[in-house]
C-alpha cells in the first residue's frame, strides 16, 4: 500500500506533530462503544501497593526481628552458667552423729534435706509430679511449645481479671531455675532459662533430669526433697505413700505455703484432686482409682524429729569443730556424713548430773544467795503476764521453774509458776510452799562479795513480787519420827563456780563422757578442752614418775625439809599444804600420798627439772613446759582432756594414749572415710579354718617405762586409800587409783583417777581464775579431795555399777615384796627385780650449794603450785 492510501485511510503514520484523522460519526443504530476503564486500573496498582509495601515491611520485620532474637541470644548465652557438673551433681544432704549406742546425737545441716536416687522413687509418685507440672516431660526438649501457647491465650483472657498469669515452665527449666540462674521475675531470666533446660536436656538423660528436680524442689515444712516432705506432712517413706498422698506432695511446688493441710485443708484437697485428676487424664491411673482417692480426707501426721540424745552437747561442739577441721564446714553440713562417736551416753548423762551435784553443792555451802531473777512491782493485779515476760536465765535446767512469790510469811511462803499440761496446752497457773527449813542456812545473803547472817526468816531471802527459781519437791510419807511432808518446793539458782569432767578408756583413748560446764545453754566454752589451768598437785606423778624411771624405788627416803630458792623475782620458799610442819625423812610412798611439796621439790631437782618436763611432754600434759622448779608442783598449764590421757598412760603399762572422740566417718554413699583406730588387724582377711585367731598390731608409741609406770600406779592406789584422795573411793568395792590436786589460793581443784579400764578427770573452779576460799569458813572445804574427789566417785560408782572388780596387773618383771609401813600396815610393793634393797642412804640434793637448784627455779612470778 502506497503512503497516499495510508493517508486515505486516515492511519498516516507521522511524526511528532502529524494530524490525526478526524473520527467516524456512529452510525444511529450502532451499539455504544466499550466504556473506557482508567480509573479501576488506578485503583488495583493501589491496593497491590500496599500489599508489595506489607510484604515488604513484614520481611524487613521479619530481618530485624530475627536480628534482634539472635543478638538477645547472643547476649544471654555469652554468660550462661555451666551446666555440666549437674550430671555429677550430689543434692546438699544433713549429716548425722550417732552416739555408741547407735542412738542420735544430732543433725548437722543447713537445710533438712533427704536425698533419693531415682530408683528408689515409687513410680507413682513420679507420674503424680509429672502430671501436676510437666505433662509432656518425657516428650519434649526441654521447652514445651503447646504449655507456651496455652499459657499465653489463657493469660490474655485473664487480662483484665487481675488474677496472677499462669506459667509454662517445664520441670527442666525449673531444674535450670533452681540450680543455675535463679528466680529473677524478668524476661533475660526466662531465655536463659529455656537455653539452658535444652542443653540440660542434650546433656544427660530424663531419668537424672526428674531425680534432681524430685531431691531439690522446696514443698513446704521445712522439707526439700519428696522424701524429705513425705516424712514431715506423714510421717511415712515414700513407699509408703498412698496414691492421695503422693498426689498431695505433687501439688505443692506451685505455692507450699498455701496448701498447707494444717492452714488451708479446703485448698489443699481442692489442688490435690486437681493432680489426681490430671493423672488419670494422662492414663497414670483409673478414673475409679481417681475417685476414690478424692474421697480420702488429707489427714497430715507431722513427724517427730528423731528421739535424741539429751545430753552431751559440750561433746557434740567438740565433734562438730573437728569434722570441720578435718573435712571442711560444707562438706560436715551438706555432705551427708554419718559420724560414730564413742559417747557412752548412760554415762554422759551421770557424768553431768554428778558435776552439777558437785557444783551445787559448793555454791551451797559457799556461794550464798544472790537475790531474786526479776521483780514484779508490789500491788500488781496481773501477775501472769507479767511472769509469762520473764525469761529464763542462762543454765537455768529444763526441770526448774520460774515462780513468783505473792505471799510471804516468817516461815512459809506461797510461789506460783505456770506449768503446760502438754505442748498444746495453754499455761495453767500452780501454787506450792517454800519453807524456811529448806532454805536455811545456806541462803545467806551476799553483799559486796561477803555472806551475810544466817536467815531467820523467809522475808530475809524473798519478797512478795520477786521472781525467782524453783524446784518441785514430791510428797513424802512419814518414816518413823520423821513426818510426811507435802510436795513443797526448793529454792535455786545457777551456780557461779563452774567445772569439767572427762572419761575415757586408757587403752584406747576413747572419750566416754565430756561434761564441758555446768550447762551448754549457759556457755558453749568447753572447760573440758578450752580451759587452760593450773593442774596443782595432779602434776606430781609425772614428777616421781621420772624419779622411778631413773632407778629410785618407792620406799626410797627422801627429805621433807624446808627449801629457800634465789631466783630472780627474789627468795623463793615453798612450803607443804596448811603450812604443815616437815615430817623429816618420808619414803616416797608417804610423800605421794600425802601430797609433800617440800619433797616433791627437792626430787625435781635430784632427777632435773628438764627430765620432768620430757616426760610431760611425752605424756601430752604440757607440751613446752618451762624448766622452773615450781612447775614441779603443777604452775604450768593444762586441761582435763590432757590430764585424763596422761593419767591412762600410767594405767596401760607407759603407751601414749591420744583421746579421741569420732571412732569412724562414712559418706554420704557409706563408704569409710576415716577410721580413729588405726591398727592392724593380722589374720582377719584369712579364710583358712585351721588359722588362729586375728591379732591387733600395736601401734602406740611406748612413752614410760612398763614397771615404772605400774610403780606409778601403785603409789597413786595408796593415795585413794590412806592419802588425800580417800573419797573417791570409798565404798566402790575395786581397785582405784589417782591425785588431788589443788592450786596456789586455792584457785583450782583436781581430782584425776582411774581403775584398770576406765580414766576420770575432774576440775572445779571459777571461770575468771579466782580464789573459792570464803573469809571465816574452813579452807579444807575447796581443796581437790573435798571437791573434786566426791564428783569422781559419783562418775566411777555409775561407770562400774554391776560390773566384776578388776585388779591392775602387773607387767613381767615386776617384783611384789611384802613391806611393812611406818603405821603396821603391810602392802605389796612392786620393785624392778634386784631392786628390793636398792635404796639408797638419804641424801639432799640441796645441801651442796644450798640454793642449788637457784637458776632453775627463775621465772617464779608467783611462787605457784600445787598445795594439796
Known amino acids: 500500500m502506497d503512503i497516499p492510501e495510508l493517508r486515505a485511510e486516515g492511519r ?25 476503564r482508567p480509573r479501576k486500573r488506578r485503583r488495583m496498582s493501589f491496593l497491590g501497593l500496599l500489599v508489595r509495601t506489607g510484604l515488604v515491611l513484614g520481611v524487613a520485620g521479619a530481618l530485624a526481628a530475627g536480628v534482634a532474637g539472635f543478638a538477645l541470644y547472643r547476649s544471654a548465652d555469652a554468660d550462661l552458667p555451666d551446666y555440666t557438673w549437674l550430671a555429677d551433681y550430689q543434692p546438699p544432704q544433713l549429716s548425722r552423729v550417732y552416739a555408741a549406742d547407735s542412738r542420735l546425737m544430732a543433725e548437722l545441716a543447713q537445710e533438712r534435706r533427704v536425698f533419693v536416687p531415682i530408683e528408689a522413687i515409687p513410680q507413682r509418685v513420679q507420674q503424680a509430679f509429672v502430671s501436676a507440672e ?30 496472677r498469669p499462669i506459667g509454662a515452665s517445664t520441670i527442666t527449666q525449673q531444674v535450670a ?92 484437697k481442692a489442688r490435690r484432686d486437681w493432680v489426681l485428676g490430671r493423672m488419670a487424664e494422662d492414663g497414670h491411673i483409673t478414673r475409679a482409682e481417681a475417685e476414690a482417692a478424692m474421697a480420702e480426707p488429707i489427714v497430715p501426721r507431722p513427724s517427730r524429729r528423731p528421739d535424741m540424745v539429751a545430753v552431751g552437747q559440750h561433746f557434740t561442739e567438740e565433734v562438730r569443730r573437728e569434722l570441720v577441721a578435718r573435712f571442711g564446714a560444707d562438706q560436715t553440713t551438706m555432705g551427708g556424713l554419718v559420724v560414730r562417736t564413742s559417747l557412752e551416753p548412760t554415762l554422759q548423762a551421770e557424768a553431768e548430773q554428778s558435776l552439777r551435784r558437785g557444783l551445787l553443792d559448793f555454791d551451797r555451802r559457799r556461794g550464798g544467795w544472790r537475790g531474786p531473777v526479776a521483780k514484779i512491782p508490789a500491788g500488781a493485779t496481773e501477775w501472769l503476764p507479767a511472769l509469762q515476760e520473764v525469761q529464763r536465765p542462762p543454765g537455768m535446767l529444763p526441770e526448774w521453774r520460774l515462780a513468783v512469790a505473792l505471799e510471804v510469811r516468817d516461815r512459809e511462803a506461797k510461789l506460783t509458776w505456770l506449768e503446760r499440761p502438754d505442748q498444746r496446752a495453754a499455761p495453767q497457773p ?34 512478795p513480787g520477786d521472781v525467782v527459781m524453783v524446784e518441785t519437791l514430791p510428797a513424802t510419807p512419814a518414816q518413823g519420827r520423821t513426818p510426811a511432808r507435802p510436795e513443797r518446793l526448793a529454792l535455786r539458782q545457777v551456780p557461779e563456780v563452774e567445772g569439767a569432767i572427762v572419761a575415757l578408756d586408757p587403752n584406747n583413748g576413747r572419750v566416754l563422757a565430756m561434761v564441758g560446764g555446768w550447762s551448754f545453754d549457759k556457755s558453749w566454752f568447753n572447760r573440758a578442752t578450752q580451759a587452760q589451768r593450773q593442774p596443782g598437785s595432779s602434776f606430781k606423778p609425772y614428777v616421781y614418775l621420772t624419779a622411778l624411771e631413773a632407778g629410785i624405788p618407792p620406799n626410797q627416803l627422801l627429805l621433807d625439809a624446808p627449801v629457800e630458792i634465789m631466783t630472780p623475782q627474789g627468795l623463793w620458799r615453798p612450803g607443804n599444804y596448811g603450812a604443815t610442819a616437815p615430817q623429816g625423812w618420808v619414803t616416797m610412798r608417804s610423800a605421794m600420798e600425802r601430797s609433800l611439796n ?162 576420770v578427770a575432774v576440775w572445779i573452779g571459777y571461770d575468771d581464775p579466782r580464789s573459792m576460799a570464803v573469809p571465816g569458813l574452813p579452807d579444807a572445804d575447796v581443796t581437790g579431795g573435798r571437791l573434786a574427789a566426791p564428783v569422781f566417785h559419783d562418775v566411777m560408782a555409775a561407770a562400774t555399777q554391776g560390773t566384776p572388780p578388776l585388779p591392775f596387773r602387773a607387767p613381767p618383771g615386776t617384783a611384789l615384796v611384802r613391806i611393812q609401813m611406818a603405821n603396821g600396815q603391810t602392802i605389796l610393793e612392786p620393785f624392778r627385780p634386784g631392786t628390793e634393797n636398792s635404796a639408797r642412804p638419804p641424801s639432799d640434793p640441796f645441801a651442796s650449794g644450798g640454793n642449788a637448784g637457784g637458776s632453775a627455779a627463775a621465772g617464779l612470778d608467783s611462787g605457784l603450785g600445787g598445795l594439796y
Open 12 to 36: 498516516m503514520v507521522g511524526g511528532k506533530g502529524a494530524a490525526q484523522a478526524p473520527a467516524a460519526a456512529p452510525a444511529p443504530d450502532a451499539p455504544p462503544p466499550p466504556e473506557k
Open 134 to 163: 510437666d505433662q509432656n516431660f518425657w516428650s519434649h526438649p526441654g521447652v514445651d511449645p503447646m504449655a507456651i501457647a496455652r499459657a499465653v491465650l489463657v493469660n490474655v483472657e485473664q487480662m483484665s481479671t487481675g488474677r
Open 430 to 463: 500452780r501454787s506450792a510452799s517454800l519453807f524456811l527449813e529448806d532454805v536455811t542456812p545456806w541462803a545467806r545473803p551476799v553483799r559486796d562479795g561477803r555472806l551475810g547472817a544466817v536467815p531467820r526468816r523467809l522475808a530475809d531471802v524473798i519478797q
Open 177 to 268: 531455675k533452681n540450680m543455675l540462674v535463679g528466680n529473677d521475675r524478668t524476661m533475660a531470666r526466662k531465655l536463659r532459662e529455656a537455653i539452658l533446660a535444652m542443653r540440660i536436656e542434650q546433656a544427660m538423660p530424663k531419668a537424672r533430669i526428674l531425680e534432681i528436680y524430685l531431691n531439690e524442689i522446696f514443698l513446704g515444712a521445712q522439707a526439700y526433697g519428696v522424701a524429705s516432705a513425705a516424712q514431715n506432712y506423714f510421717n511415712k517413706s515414700l513407699d509408703e505413700l498412698t496414691l492421695a498422698e503422693a498426689a498431695f506432695l505433687a501439688a505443692l511446688p506451685k505455692a507450699p505455703n498455701n496448701y498447707n493441710p494444717l492452714r488451708y485443708p479446703d485448698a489443699a
Open 598 to 759: 617440800l619433797v616433791t621439790v627437792r626430787l625435781a631437782q635430784q632427777v632435773g627439772i628438764a627430765a620432768v618436763a620430757e616426760t610431760a611432754r611425752n605424756f601430752g600434759v604440757i607440751p613446752n613446759m618451762p624448766r622452773y622448779l615450781a612447775m614441779s608442783l603443777g604452775a604450768g598449764e593444762t586441761t582435763v582432756l590432757r590430764q585424763a590421757a596422761g593419767y591412762a598412760g600410767f594405767v596401760n603399762g607407759g603407751r601414749q594414749v591420744t583421746p579421741t572422740l569420732i571412732d569412724t566417718v562414712q559418706d554420704r554413699h557409706g563408704r569409710l572415710v576415716w577410721r580413729t583406730d588405726q591398727r592392724r588387724c593380722e589374720g582377719c582377711d584369712s579364710t583358712s579354718p585351721s588359722a588362729g585367731p586375728p591379732t591387733l598390731t600395736e601401734e602406740r608409741r611406748q612413752i614410760a617405762d612398763p614397771v615404772a609406770s605400774f610403780q606409778m600406779v601403785s603409789l597413786l592406789q595408796g593415795v585413794v586409800q590412806r592419802g588425800t584422795g580417800t573419797r573417791a573411793g570409798e565404798g566402790l568395792g575395786r581397785p582405784v587409783a589417782g591425785k588431788t590436786g589443788t592450786t596456789d589460793d586455792y584457785k583450782d581443784a583436781w581430782f584425776v583417777g582411774f581403775t584398770p579400764d576406765l580414766v
